[in-house]
């Protein structure tokens, strides 16, 4: 597994402790039916037929199948940018199966030393980071890394940040132009730059970057990756007037953590950015009132803030997110989109519906 020196050395979260569930023998089709003679089979040892085991196989792979404004993606679950490295650090993990597409770290037209160390630390619910947005740059992506896109079982999403508009714009420019990458998520939300914030601070901002970047974006989709401490709602409103194909909701909340007996902040940089179970219900509360108010399903959005097992994720989906994130759980445990796009296929089931998309923004209120 390619480890960054911050990835391998993040904590292990008390939060994060998930065992994998044993293997199941038998795929249920669509019915309790099917799982009895699925498992009866199993075990007396009667040989499935290769034809229901094929049945069987395409209702398990249908069932999270998910449209993501117009890119098909084979599992709903996306790994998020600054947790996932760059393409396809997750495969030894046996992660990138069970995902429809990872997010790579954010990428600036120059590289990026980020800040300085200790910059990932621990909270009592998840954890706080202060990377800085480090990366190789882009020029170093396109030339190392993004050949990895073509053998990658699912799809590979490039995630880009700047000082400036002409920064988003180039970066935007030069990965529109690989065919292999099918979506940009444009970061104006990272809370541990000086600047990283600056075109979320207000909807006129936010809209005068995303027009530039959409009228130079030709072939990619477009999605912003907003805050989730701000007027979420006013925010996602000018970003899908801009023209944006998708909402990402949302990013870390500002937060800080101070060593009292040296009295000192335990980040260097002071503050950083909080991930993990601590921001699941604001997260939601998010996803629900851009949804109701702004996408009503016409704008997809990928759900992201402290997902740990499917019934999170499954929140998020009711809520109204299309995808789902999956960001600080993968630090702890880099295989967990196999147990939760397994929970996930069940809680679908349990609902009587043959495809998650179904489930789509359907909280009962």
Known sequence: MHLSKDSAASPILPACKYALPRLKCAISLVGSAD???????????????????????????LTLLTNLGGISLRSPLIGAAGTVGYT??????????????????????LERVGNAVPRIIPSKVGM???????????????????????????HLFASIAGHSVDDFVSVAE?????????????????????????????????????????????????FAKLPPDSDSVALAAAAVDAGVDGLTLSNTM????????????????GRGGLSGPAIHPIVVRVVHDVYSQVSKGRVPIIGLGGVMNGE??????????TAIGLG?????????????????????????????SELVGQLRM
């Not at 999170?312 to 997110?321: I, P, Q, T, Y």
């Open 35 to 61: 799982a009895i003679f699925s498992n009866w089979a199993i075990r007396s040892g009667v040989l499935i037929p290769p034809w229901y085991r094929s049945i069987c196989h395409n209702a398990h792979v």
């Open 88 to 109: 396809n650090e997750l495969a030894d993990a046996g992660a990138l199966d069970s995902l429809g597409a990872v997010t790579s770290k954010s990428l600036t037209r």
């Open 128 to 154: 706080l980071n202060a990377i800085g947005l480090a990366n190789m740059g882009i020029d170093r992506f396109l030339a190392e890394r993004a050949q990895d896109a073509g053998s990658m079982p699912c």
């Open 174 to 222: 030069r990965i529109d132009a690989e065919s292999t990458i099918p979506l940009i998520e444009v970061n104006v939300s990272c809370p541990n730059t000086s600047d990283g914030r600056h075109f979320s601070a207000d909807p006129a901002s936010l809209s005068a970057l995303l027009k530039v970047v959409r009228a130079n974006v030709k072939r990619a989709k477009l």
């Open 254 to 269: 500002p937060a800080m953590a101070i060593e009292v007996h040296s009295r000192r902040a335990r980040l260097s940089n």
């Open 312 to 321: 999170d994720a499954a929140e998020l989906v009711l809520a109204g997110a």
């Open 328 to 356: 600080t759980v993968l630090l702890a445990e880099p295989s967990a989109p196999l147990r939760i796009a397994s929970q996930l296929r069940s809680w679908v089931r349990e609902q009587g519906c043959s495809n998650m």
